[in-house]
Protein backbone atom coordinates (compact mmCIF):
# COMPACT_ATOMS: atom_id res chain seq x y z
CA UNK A 1 0.00 0.00 0.00
CA UNK A 2 2.87 2.36 1.20
CA UNK A 3 4.57 1.18 -2.05
CA UNK A 4 1.86 1.62 -4.31
CA UNK A 5 1.37 5.54 -2.70
CA UNK A 6 5.15 6.59 -2.97
CA UNK A 7 5.02 4.84 -6.87
CA UNK A 8 1.70 5.84 -7.93
CA UNK A 9 -0.46 8.16 -6.24
CA UNK A 10 1.40 10.27 -4.89
CA UNK A 11 3.51 11.52 -7.94
CA UNK A 12 0.14 11.61 -9.96
CA UNK A 13 -1.07 13.91 -7.62
CA UNK A 14 2.27 16.48 -7.50
CA UNK A 15 1.05 16.89 -11.17
CA UNK A 16 -2.79 17.90 -10.85
CA UNK A 17 -1.17 19.98 -7.86
CA UNK A 18 1.69 21.56 -9.70
CA UNK A 19 -0.66 21.86 -12.98
CA UNK A 20 -3.18 24.04 -10.36
CA UNK A 21 -0.34 26.19 -8.47
CA UNK A 22 -0.60 29.13 -10.83
CA UNK A 23 -4.77 28.85 -10.95
CA UNK A 24 -7.28 28.00 -13.28
CA UNK A 25 -5.99 30.71 -15.29
CA UNK A 26 -2.51 30.15 -15.77
CA UNK A 27 -4.02 26.37 -16.27
CA UNK A 28 -5.87 27.74 -18.86
CA UNK A 29 -3.35 29.66 -20.65
CA UNK A 30 -0.98 26.99 -20.97
CA UNK A 31 -3.05 24.61 -22.55
CA UNK A 32 -4.31 27.42 -24.91
CA UNK A 33 -0.77 28.24 -26.18
CA UNK A 34 -0.99 27.83 -30.14
CA UNK A 35 1.39 25.37 -30.59
CA UNK A 36 0.51 23.62 -27.69
CA UNK A 37 -3.66 23.77 -28.57
CA UNK A 38 -2.46 22.27 -31.89
CA UNK A 39 -0.85 19.50 -30.33
CA UNK A 40 -3.41 18.50 -28.08
CA UNK A 41 -6.00 19.09 -31.05
CA UNK A 42 -3.94 16.99 -33.28
CA UNK A 43 -3.78 14.37 -30.40
CA UNK A 44 -7.51 13.73 -30.06
CA UNK A 45 -7.88 13.69 -33.78
CA UNK A 46 -5.84 11.05 -34.50
CA UNK A 47 -6.87 8.96 -31.09
CA UNK A 48 -10.80 9.36 -32.06
CA UNK A 49 -9.68 8.02 -35.71
CA UNK A 50 -8.19 5.20 -34.88
CA UNK A 51 -10.04 4.38 -32.21
CA UNK A 52 -13.06 3.92 -35.16
CA UNK A 53 -10.96 2.07 -37.31
CA UNK A 54 -9.85 -0.19 -33.74
CA UNK A 55 -13.60 -0.45 -33.57
CA UNK A 56 -14.57 -1.61 -37.06
CA UNK A 57 -10.93 -3.98 -37.75
CA UNK A 58 -10.34 -4.92 -34.18
CA UNK A 59 -14.26 -6.45 -34.13
CA UNK A 60 -13.47 -7.95 -37.38
CA UNK A 61 -10.14 -9.55 -36.48
CA UNK A 62 -11.59 -11.08 -33.63
CA UNK A 63 -14.35 -12.51 -35.25
CA UNK A 64 -11.83 -14.08 -37.98
CA UNK A 65 -10.22 -15.50 -35.20
CA UNK A 66 -12.86 -16.85 -33.19
CA UNK A 67 -15.31 -17.99 -35.97
CA UNK A 68 -13.10 -18.51 -39.20
CA UNK A 69 -10.70 -21.67 -39.52
CA UNK A 70 -7.61 -21.48 -41.41
CA UNK A 71 -3.72 -22.30 -42.55
CA UNK A 72 -1.66 -19.50 -40.30
CA UNK A 73 -4.31 -18.57 -37.98
CA UNK A 74 -2.41 -19.12 -35.20
CA UNK A 75 0.41 -16.91 -36.61
CA UNK A 76 -2.38 -13.99 -36.82
CA UNK A 77 -2.44 -14.60 -32.94
CA UNK A 78 0.83 -14.01 -32.43
CA UNK A 79 1.45 -11.32 -34.96
CA UNK A 80 -1.85 -8.96 -33.14
CA UNK A 81 0.20 -9.01 -29.78
CA UNK A 82 3.27 -7.84 -30.99
CA UNK A 83 2.37 -4.08 -31.04
CA UNK A 84 2.16 -5.04 -27.14
CA UNK A 85 5.10 -6.54 -26.61
CA UNK A 86 7.54 -4.48 -28.97
CA UNK A 87 9.10 -1.35 -26.97
CA UNK A 88 7.69 1.83 -28.47
CA UNK A 89 10.75 3.06 -29.71
CA UNK A 90 11.07 -0.34 -32.03
CA UNK A 91 7.82 0.19 -33.17
CA UNK A 92 8.82 3.77 -34.52
CA UNK A 93 11.35 2.33 -36.12
CA UNK A 94 9.83 -0.77 -37.46
CA UNK A 95 6.61 1.67 -39.13
CA UNK A 96 9.88 3.81 -40.39
CA UNK A 97 11.31 0.93 -42.52
CA UNK A 98 8.15 0.34 -44.49
CA UNK A 99 6.56 3.92 -44.20
CA UNK A 100 9.63 6.11 -44.29
CA UNK A 101 12.01 7.58 -46.66
CA UNK A 102 13.58 4.29 -47.98
CA UNK A 103 9.62 2.63 -48.30
CA UNK A 104 9.63 -0.48 -50.58
CA UNK A 105 5.80 0.73 -51.07
CA UNK A 106 6.75 3.95 -52.70
CA UNK A 107 4.86 5.39 -49.21
CA UNK A 108 6.70 8.47 -47.57
CA UNK A 109 4.84 9.59 -44.50
CA UNK A 110 7.66 9.79 -42.52
CA UNK A 111 6.88 13.26 -41.09
CA UNK A 112 3.93 13.83 -42.06
CA UNK A 113 0.38 14.14 -39.81
CA UNK A 114 -0.11 10.41 -41.48
CA UNK A 115 2.36 9.04 -39.73
CA UNK A 116 0.86 10.12 -35.99
CA UNK A 117 -2.77 8.22 -37.32
CA UNK A 118 -0.45 5.18 -38.69
CA UNK A 119 1.35 4.85 -34.92
CA UNK A 120 -1.63 5.03 -33.38
CA UNK A 121 -3.06 2.46 -35.34
CA UNK A 122 -0.01 0.25 -34.61
CA UNK A 123 0.26 0.33 -31.31
CA UNK A 124 -3.32 0.60 -30.08
CA UNK A 125 -4.56 -2.45 -32.31
CA UNK A 126 -4.42 -5.33 -29.71
CA UNK A 127 -7.09 -3.77 -27.12
CA UNK A 128 -10.40 -4.15 -29.10
CA UNK A 129 -9.37 -7.57 -30.15
CA UNK A 130 -8.45 -8.69 -27.08
CA UNK A 131 -11.54 -7.69 -25.50
CA UNK A 132 -13.68 -8.51 -28.00
CA UNK A 133 -11.81 -12.27 -28.56
CA UNK A 134 -13.26 -13.75 -25.20
CA UNK A 135 -16.93 -12.71 -25.66
CA UNK A 136 -17.48 -13.57 -28.99
CA UNK A 137 -15.74 -17.05 -27.88
CA UNK A 138 -18.42 -17.28 -25.05
CA UNK A 139 -21.52 -16.60 -26.85
CA UNK A 140 -24.31 -19.00 -27.20
CA UNK A 141 -24.05 -20.53 -30.98
CA UNK A 142 -28.24 -21.40 -29.66
CA UNK A 143 -29.29 -17.88 -30.01
CA UNK A 144 -27.83 -17.48 -33.42
CA UNK A 145 -29.21 -20.12 -34.76
CA UNK A 146 -32.90 -19.59 -33.27
CA UNK A 147 -32.29 -16.38 -35.03
CA UNK A 148 -31.52 -17.66 -38.25
CA UNK A 149 -34.22 -20.50 -37.81
CA UNK A 150 -36.84 -17.87 -37.19
CA UNK A 151 -35.88 -16.45 -40.71
CA UNK A 152 -33.24 -13.70 -39.69
CA UNK A 153 -30.69 -13.10 -42.21
CA UNK A 154 -26.86 -13.39 -41.26
CA UNK A 155 -27.00 -9.63 -41.45
CA UNK A 156 -30.30 -9.01 -38.98
CA UNK A 157 -28.44 -12.21 -36.73
CA UNK A 158 -25.29 -10.15 -36.48
CA UNK A 159 -26.97 -6.54 -36.12
CA UNK A 160 -29.47 -7.74 -33.80
CA UNK A 161 -28.29 -10.66 -31.77
CA UNK A 162 -24.43 -10.96 -31.52
CA UNK A 163 -23.43 -7.08 -31.75
CA UNK A 164 -25.70 -6.16 -28.68
CA UNK A 165 -23.67 -8.81 -26.83
CA UNK A 166 -20.51 -7.20 -28.02
CA UNK A 167 -21.33 -4.34 -27.35
CA UNK A 168 -19.72 -3.52 -23.75
CA UNK A 169 -16.44 -5.34 -24.81
CA UNK A 170 -15.75 -2.92 -27.86
CA UNK A 171 -16.60 0.08 -25.40
CA UNK A 172 -13.70 -1.24 -23.31
CA UNK A 173 -11.32 -1.94 -25.88
CA UNK A 174 -12.34 1.48 -27.59
CA UNK A 175 -11.67 3.25 -24.29
CA UNK A 176 -8.42 1.51 -23.70
CA UNK A 177 -6.91 2.13 -27.08
CA UNK A 178 -8.37 5.77 -26.93
CA UNK A 179 -6.55 6.63 -24.07
CA UNK A 180 -3.63 4.96 -25.06
CA UNK A 181 -3.54 7.11 -28.30
CA UNK A 182 -3.89 10.22 -26.23
CA UNK A 183 -0.81 9.54 -24.17
CA UNK A 184 1.89 7.67 -27.22
CA UNK A 185 5.20 8.49 -27.16
CA UNK A 186 7.83 6.34 -28.11
CA UNK A 187 6.05 5.24 -31.19
CA UNK A 188 6.15 8.90 -33.24
CA UNK A 189 9.37 10.09 -31.90
CA UNK A 190 11.32 8.62 -35.09
CA UNK A 191 8.55 8.87 -37.76
CA UNK A 192 6.71 11.94 -37.38
CA UNK A 193 9.82 14.37 -36.64
CA UNK A 194 7.69 16.22 -34.22
CA UNK A 195 7.48 19.24 -36.11
CA UNK A 196 4.91 22.03 -34.26
CA UNK A 197 1.53 22.74 -36.00
CA UNK A 198 2.34 19.56 -38.05
CA UNK A 199 2.67 16.66 -36.23
CA UNK A 200 3.70 17.08 -32.95
CA UNK A 201 1.77 15.42 -29.97
CA UNK A 202 1.09 16.31 -27.02
CA UNK A 203 3.19 14.05 -25.23
CA UNK A 204 6.10 15.76 -26.71
CA UNK A 205 4.74 19.04 -26.39
CA UNK A 206 4.94 17.81 -22.45
CA UNK A 207 9.05 16.43 -23.01
CA UNK A 208 9.48 19.94 -24.40
CA UNK A 209 8.14 21.79 -21.57
CA UNK A 210 10.41 19.80 -19.11
CA UNK A 211 13.76 20.31 -21.21
CA UNK A 212 12.81 23.92 -21.17
CA UNK A 213 12.29 24.04 -17.38
CA UNK A 214 8.65 24.98 -17.67
CA UNK A 215 7.53 22.14 -14.97
CA UNK A 216 3.74 24.22 -14.69
CA UNK A 217 3.25 23.79 -18.55
CA UNK A 218 4.13 20.03 -18.62
CA UNK A 219 1.94 19.19 -15.64
CA UNK A 220 -1.22 21.19 -17.37
CA UNK A 221 -0.85 18.95 -20.30
CA UNK A 222 -0.11 16.18 -17.82
CA UNK A 223 -2.71 16.69 -15.89
CA UNK A 224 -5.72 16.83 -18.68
CA UNK A 225 -3.80 13.81 -20.32
CA UNK A 226 -4.41 12.17 -16.89
CA UNK A 227 -8.00 13.46 -16.71
CA UNK A 228 -8.12 11.31 -19.77
CA UNK A 229 -6.68 8.28 -18.27
CA UNK A 230 -8.92 8.74 -15.07
CA UNK A 231 -11.86 9.08 -17.25
CA UNK A 232 -11.58 5.91 -19.40
CA UNK A 233 -10.72 3.63 -15.94
CA UNK A 234 -14.47 4.85 -15.14
CA UNK A 235 -15.66 3.88 -18.04
CA UNK A 236 -13.67 0.64 -17.54
CA UNK A 237 -14.66 0.00 -14.15
CA UNK A 238 -18.53 0.27 -15.50
CA UNK A 239 -18.33 -1.47 -18.48
CA UNK A 240 -16.36 -4.69 -16.02
CA UNK A 241 -19.79 -4.19 -13.54
CA UNK A 242 -22.00 -4.94 -16.19
CA UNK A 243 -20.13 -7.58 -18.11
CA UNK A 244 -19.88 -9.36 -14.59
CA UNK A 245 -23.97 -8.82 -13.63
CA UNK A 246 -25.09 -10.17 -17.17
CA UNK A 247 -22.88 -13.16 -16.45
CA UNK B 1 -19.24 -28.29 -30.22
CA UNK B 2 -16.47 -26.23 -31.34
CA UNK B 3 -17.14 -27.02 -35.07
CA UNK B 4 -20.70 -26.69 -34.75
CA UNK B 5 -20.64 -22.98 -34.26
CA UNK B 6 -18.58 -22.02 -37.21
CA UNK B 7 -20.98 -20.40 -39.58
CA UNK B 8 -21.01 -22.20 -43.53
CA UNK B 9 -18.28 -20.38 -45.37
CA UNK B 10 -19.69 -17.82 -47.42
CA UNK B 11 -17.87 -15.18 -49.98
CA UNK B 12 -18.28 -12.84 -47.11
CA UNK B 13 -15.76 -14.97 -44.77
CA UNK B 14 -13.25 -14.94 -47.38
CA UNK B 15 -13.18 -11.35 -47.81
CA UNK B 16 -12.97 -10.63 -44.22
CA UNK B 17 -9.97 -13.35 -44.14
CA UNK B 18 -8.58 -11.59 -46.51
CA UNK B 19 -8.76 -7.98 -44.98
CA UNK B 20 -8.04 -9.35 -42.08
CA UNK B 21 -4.47 -10.45 -43.57
CA UNK B 22 -4.12 -7.54 -45.33
CA UNK B 23 -4.34 -4.99 -42.38
CA UNK B 24 -1.88 -6.89 -40.16
CA UNK B 25 0.60 -7.97 -42.78
CA UNK B 26 0.97 -3.73 -43.66
CA UNK B 27 0.60 -2.88 -40.66
CA UNK B 28 2.86 -5.25 -38.66
CA UNK B 29 3.84 -8.27 -40.12
CA UNK B 30 5.81 -6.51 -43.28
CA UNK B 31 7.28 -3.53 -40.98
CA UNK B 32 8.27 -6.06 -38.09
CA UNK B 33 10.15 -8.27 -41.37
CA UNK B 34 12.11 -5.51 -42.93
CA UNK B 35 13.38 -4.28 -39.61
CA UNK B 36 15.01 -8.06 -38.75
CA UNK B 37 16.20 -7.93 -42.94
CA UNK B 38 17.78 -4.57 -42.47
CA UNK B 39 19.53 -5.53 -39.34
CA UNK B 40 21.41 -8.07 -40.76
CA UNK B 41 21.73 -6.62 -44.72
CA UNK B 42 23.48 -3.69 -45.81
CA UNK B 43 22.88 -1.94 -49.24
CA UNK B 44 25.69 -2.73 -51.49
CA UNK B 45 27.19 -4.92 -48.71
CA UNK B 46 24.64 -7.93 -48.73
CA UNK B 47 24.10 -9.74 -45.38
CA UNK B 48 26.71 -9.16 -42.23
CA UNK B 49 26.52 -9.02 -38.78
CA UNK B 50 28.99 -6.55 -38.45
CA UNK B 51 26.27 -4.36 -36.90
CA UNK B 52 26.16 -6.81 -34.28
CA UNK B 53 29.61 -7.09 -33.52
CA UNK B 54 30.16 -3.58 -33.29
CA UNK B 55 27.24 -3.13 -30.49
CA UNK B 56 28.97 -6.50 -28.63
CA UNK B 57 32.50 -4.64 -28.88
CA UNK B 58 31.03 -1.13 -27.79
CA UNK B 59 31.31 -1.41 -23.94
CA UNK B 60 28.62 2.30 -23.55
CA UNK B 61 26.74 -0.49 -25.58
CA UNK B 62 27.26 -3.15 -23.71
CA UNK B 63 26.69 -1.11 -20.55
CA UNK B 64 23.33 0.24 -22.01
CA UNK B 65 22.27 -3.77 -22.36
CA UNK B 66 23.02 -4.21 -19.03
CA UNK B 67 21.35 -1.96 -17.35
CA UNK B 68 18.45 -2.31 -19.58
CA UNK B 69 18.42 -5.85 -18.33
CA UNK B 70 19.03 -4.52 -14.60
CA UNK B 71 16.13 -2.24 -14.40
CA UNK B 72 13.88 -4.71 -16.20
CA UNK B 73 14.51 -7.95 -13.79
CA UNK B 74 14.21 -5.79 -10.22
CA UNK B 75 11.44 -3.97 -11.18
CA UNK B 76 9.73 -7.56 -12.23
CA UNK B 77 10.61 -8.78 -8.68
CA UNK B 78 9.38 -5.74 -7.53
CA UNK B 79 5.83 -5.95 -9.02
CA UNK B 80 6.06 -9.74 -8.59
CA UNK B 81 5.72 -9.21 -4.69
CA UNK B 82 3.67 -6.40 -4.91
CA UNK B 83 1.51 -7.78 -7.66
CA UNK B 84 0.87 -11.08 -5.70
CA UNK B 85 0.67 -8.83 -2.34
CA UNK B 86 -1.97 -6.78 -3.42
CA UNK B 87 -4.14 -9.67 -5.83
CA UNK B 88 -4.45 -11.41 -2.34
CA UNK B 89 -5.81 -8.49 -0.83
CA UNK B 90 -7.99 -7.83 -3.32
CA UNK B 91 -9.47 -10.98 -3.78
CA UNK B 92 -9.45 -12.12 0.03
CA UNK B 93 -10.41 -9.61 2.15
CA UNK B 94 -12.99 -6.27 2.67
CA UNK B 95 -12.10 -3.42 3.39
CA UNK B 96 -13.48 0.28 2.67
CA UNK B 97 -11.83 1.64 -0.67
CA UNK B 98 -11.14 -1.48 -2.07
CA UNK B 99 -12.85 -0.47 -5.58
CA UNK B 100 -11.45 2.77 -5.56
CA UNK B 101 -8.41 0.54 -5.10
CA UNK B 102 -8.92 -2.14 -7.46
CA UNK B 103 -9.56 0.40 -10.30
CA UNK B 104 -6.51 2.67 -9.95
CA UNK B 105 -4.16 -0.52 -9.94
CA UNK B 106 -5.01 -0.40 -13.95
CA UNK B 107 -4.32 3.52 -14.39
CA UNK B 108 -1.08 3.30 -15.10
CA UNK B 109 -1.77 0.84 -18.34
CA UNK B 110 -3.80 4.50 -19.26
CA UNK B 111 -1.52 7.05 -18.32
CA UNK B 112 1.00 8.35 -21.04
CA UNK B 113 4.76 7.24 -19.97
CA UNK B 114 5.88 11.10 -20.59
CA UNK B 115 3.22 11.24 -17.61
CA UNK B 116 4.92 8.82 -15.58
CA UNK B 117 8.13 10.12 -15.91
CA UNK B 118 6.93 13.40 -15.66
CA UNK B 119 5.15 12.97 -12.37
CA UNK B 120 8.12 10.62 -10.85
CA UNK B 121 10.67 14.02 -11.12
CA UNK B 122 8.37 16.28 -9.63
CA UNK B 123 8.34 14.00 -6.29
CA UNK B 124 11.81 12.88 -6.75
CA UNK B 125 13.68 15.31 -8.47
CA UNK B 126 16.63 16.34 -7.21
CA UNK B 127 16.35 20.67 -7.32
CA UNK B 128 12.93 21.13 -6.49
CA UNK B 129 11.02 17.61 -6.04
CA UNK B 130 8.73 16.77 -3.16
CA UNK B 131 11.19 14.67 -1.03
CA UNK B 132 14.14 14.70 -3.72
CA UNK B 133 16.13 17.36 -1.64
CA UNK B 134 15.58 15.41 1.54
CA UNK B 135 17.17 12.30 -0.43
CA UNK B 136 19.48 13.77 -2.04
CA UNK B 137 21.00 15.16 1.28
CA UNK B 138 20.28 11.61 2.44
CA UNK B 139 22.59 10.49 -0.04
CA UNK B 140 20.06 8.56 -1.77
CA UNK B 141 19.31 10.67 -5.93
CA UNK B 142 16.84 8.83 -7.50
CA UNK B 143 16.16 10.56 -10.93
CA UNK B 144 18.52 10.93 -13.33
CA UNK B 145 19.66 7.84 -11.60
CA UNK B 146 18.99 3.96 -11.33
CA UNK B 147 16.62 3.76 -8.79
CA UNK B 148 14.56 6.72 -10.83
CA UNK B 149 14.55 3.94 -13.80
CA UNK B 150 13.45 0.91 -11.96
CA UNK B 151 10.78 3.00 -10.49
CA UNK B 152 9.64 4.24 -13.75
CA UNK B 153 9.62 0.94 -15.02
CA UNK B 154 8.17 -0.40 -12.82
CA UNK B 155 5.24 2.26 -12.65
CA UNK B 156 4.63 1.28 -16.15
CA UNK B 157 4.43 -2.36 -15.72
CA UNK B 158 2.34 -2.25 -12.38
CA UNK B 159 -0.74 -4.21 -13.79
CA UNK B 160 0.51 -7.14 -15.37
CA UNK B 161 0.94 -9.68 -12.56
CA UNK B 162 -2.10 -8.59 -11.04
CA UNK B 163 -4.66 -8.42 -14.22
CA UNK B 164 -3.14 -11.83 -14.63
CA UNK B 165 -3.20 -13.51 -10.97
CA UNK B 166 -7.08 -11.89 -9.58
CA UNK B 167 -8.92 -13.85 -12.18
CA UNK B 168 -7.38 -17.24 -11.32
CA UNK B 169 -7.39 -16.43 -7.32
CA UNK B 170 -11.44 -15.32 -7.91
CA UNK B 171 -12.03 -18.96 -9.77
CA UNK B 172 -10.19 -21.17 -7.53
CA UNK B 173 -12.08 -19.68 -4.63
CA UNK B 174 -10.90 -20.24 -0.63
CA UNK B 175 -11.94 -24.35 -0.21
CA UNK B 176 -8.93 -25.84 -0.26
CA UNK B 177 -7.46 -22.82 1.94
CA UNK B 178 -10.06 -23.37 4.75
CA UNK B 179 -9.80 -26.88 4.55
CA UNK B 180 -5.30 -26.86 5.20
CA UNK B 181 -6.54 -24.19 8.07
CA UNK B 182 -8.56 -26.80 9.68
CA UNK B 183 -5.71 -29.32 9.44
CA UNK B 184 -3.72 -27.07 11.06
CA UNK B 185 -1.57 -25.62 8.32
CA UNK B 186 0.07 -22.31 8.88
CA UNK B 187 -1.15 -18.81 6.60
CA UNK B 188 2.73 -19.30 5.51
CA UNK B 189 2.47 -22.64 5.46
CA UNK B 190 -1.41 -22.73 3.43
CA UNK B 191 0.56 -19.43 0.56
CA UNK B 192 3.42 -21.49 0.28
CA UNK B 193 1.49 -25.39 -0.44
CA UNK B 194 -1.93 -24.05 -1.54
CA UNK B 195 -2.31 -20.90 -2.93
CA UNK B 196 0.87 -20.28 -4.78
CA UNK B 197 0.48 -23.81 -6.70
CA UNK B 198 -2.73 -22.58 -7.59
CA UNK B 199 -1.96 -19.64 -9.34
CA UNK B 200 1.48 -20.30 -10.59
CA UNK B 201 0.98 -20.27 -14.10
CA UNK B 202 -0.97 -16.83 -13.81
CA UNK B 203 2.21 -15.54 -11.92
CA UNK B 204 4.98 -16.97 -14.77
CA UNK B 205 2.37 -15.32 -17.33
CA UNK B 206 2.49 -12.20 -15.71
CA UNK B 207 6.09 -12.17 -15.04
CA UNK B 208 7.07 -12.72 -18.52
CA UNK B 209 4.59 -10.04 -19.88
CA UNK B 210 6.23 -7.43 -16.93
CA UNK B 211 9.76 -8.38 -17.99
CA UNK B 212 8.72 -7.64 -21.78
CA UNK B 213 7.13 -4.29 -20.98
CA UNK B 214 9.95 -3.17 -18.84
CA UNK B 215 12.43 -4.31 -20.99
CA UNK B 216 11.14 -1.98 -23.59
CA UNK B 217 9.97 0.72 -21.69
CA UNK B 218 11.02 3.97 -23.19
CA UNK B 219 9.16 7.40 -22.67
CA UNK B 220 8.68 7.12 -18.92
CA UNK B 221 12.53 6.22 -18.79
CA UNK B 222 13.32 8.87 -20.91
CA UNK B 223 12.55 11.68 -18.53
CA UNK B 224 13.68 10.21 -15.64
CA UNK B 225 16.98 9.11 -16.76
CA UNK B 226 18.59 12.11 -18.13
CA UNK B 227 20.24 9.73 -20.79
CA UNK B 228 23.74 9.93 -19.48
CA UNK B 229 26.19 8.06 -21.66
CA UNK B 230 28.08 4.76 -20.22
CA UNK B 231 25.53 5.67 -16.73
CA UNK B 232 21.95 6.06 -17.28
CA UNK B 233 21.23 5.47 -20.97
CA UNK B 234 19.36 2.29 -21.60
CA UNK B 235 19.07 0.16 -24.98
CA UNK B 236 15.57 1.33 -25.84
CA UNK B 237 17.36 5.45 -25.64
CA UNK B 238 20.29 4.07 -27.24
CA UNK B 239 18.21 2.87 -30.42
CA UNK B 240 16.69 6.49 -30.76
CA UNK B 241 20.36 8.19 -30.41
CA UNK B 242 21.82 5.54 -32.73
CA UNK B 243 19.02 6.43 -35.45
CA UNK B 244 19.40 10.29 -34.66
CA UNK B 245 22.91 10.06 -35.51
CA UNK B 246 22.45 8.80 -38.90
CA UNK B 247 23.45 5.19 -37.47
CA UNK B 248 20.74 3.20 -38.81
CA UNK B 249 22.58 0.48 -39.18
CA UNK B 250 23.36 0.45 -35.06
CA UNK B 251 19.83 1.46 -34.73
CA UNK B 252 18.13 -1.97 -36.81
CA UNK B 253 20.72 -4.07 -34.77
CA UNK B 254 19.72 -3.03 -31.00
CA UNK B 255 15.91 -2.47 -31.99
CA UNK B 256 16.67 -5.95 -33.51
CA UNK B 257 17.95 -7.53 -30.37
CA UNK B 258 15.09 -6.06 -28.28
CA UNK B 259 12.52 -7.07 -30.95
CA UNK B 260 13.55 -10.93 -30.46
CA UNK B 261 13.29 -10.69 -27.03
CA UNK B 262 9.71 -9.37 -26.98
CA UNK B 263 8.94 -12.00 -29.55
CA UNK B 264 10.23 -14.71 -27.67
CA UNK B 265 8.40 -13.31 -24.44
CA UNK B 266 4.85 -13.72 -26.56
CA UNK B 267 5.61 -16.66 -28.38
CA UNK B 268 6.47 -18.17 -24.54
CA UNK B 269 3.15 -16.65 -23.54
CA UNK B 270 1.59 -18.40 -26.36
CA UNK B 271 2.57 -21.50 -25.87
CA UNK B 272 1.84 -21.44 -21.89
CA UNK B 273 -1.62 -20.54 -22.64
CA UNK B 274 -1.93 -23.60 -25.74
CA UNK B 275 -0.94 -25.89 -23.29
CA UNK B 276 -2.98 -24.58 -20.14
CA UNK B 277 -6.26 -25.03 -22.42
CA UNK B 278 -5.18 -28.36 -23.63
CA UNK B 279 -5.07 -29.44 -19.76
CA UNK B 280 -8.28 -27.83 -19.09
Redesign the interface.
Known sequence: ML??SL??????V??II?ASSGGWSAFADQLTNEQTASAILLTIRAAIVVTLINVV?GT??A??LV????WGK?L???????????????AG???L???GAES?LGLHWANTSTSVYLAL??VT?PFVVRMVQPVLEELD?DVEEAAASLGAS?FTTFWRIILPSLTPAIAAGAA?SF??G?????SL??LSGNLPFKSEV??VR??SA?ENDN?EG??AI?AM??A???A???V??LVQRRMVRRG | MAE????PR?P??YV??V???G??G???????V??AW?AFHVPDVGFTTEAFTEIFNDPQMMHAIQLTCVAAVVATL?NLL?GVT?SLLLVRTEFPGK?L?S??I???????????????????GGRDG?FGPTLESAGIQIIFSTPGII?AT??VS?PLVIREVIPVLEEIGTEQEQAAASLGAGSWQIFWRITLPGIKWAVIYGVV?TL??S?????AV??VSGNVLGQTRTA??A??EK??NFDQQG??AV?FL??SV??I???I??VLRARGARVR
Open positions: WFLVLIPLAVTIVIWVRDKFGLEVIIDIPFALPTIVLVLSLYPAFLARLARMGEYGVLASILIPAAALLVSLVIVLD | TRRATLTLRIVIYLLLVAWPVLVNIFIRLAMDLPLSVSPIVVGLALVLVYWMAFLLARLGEFGKVTLVEYLAYALASVCILVF
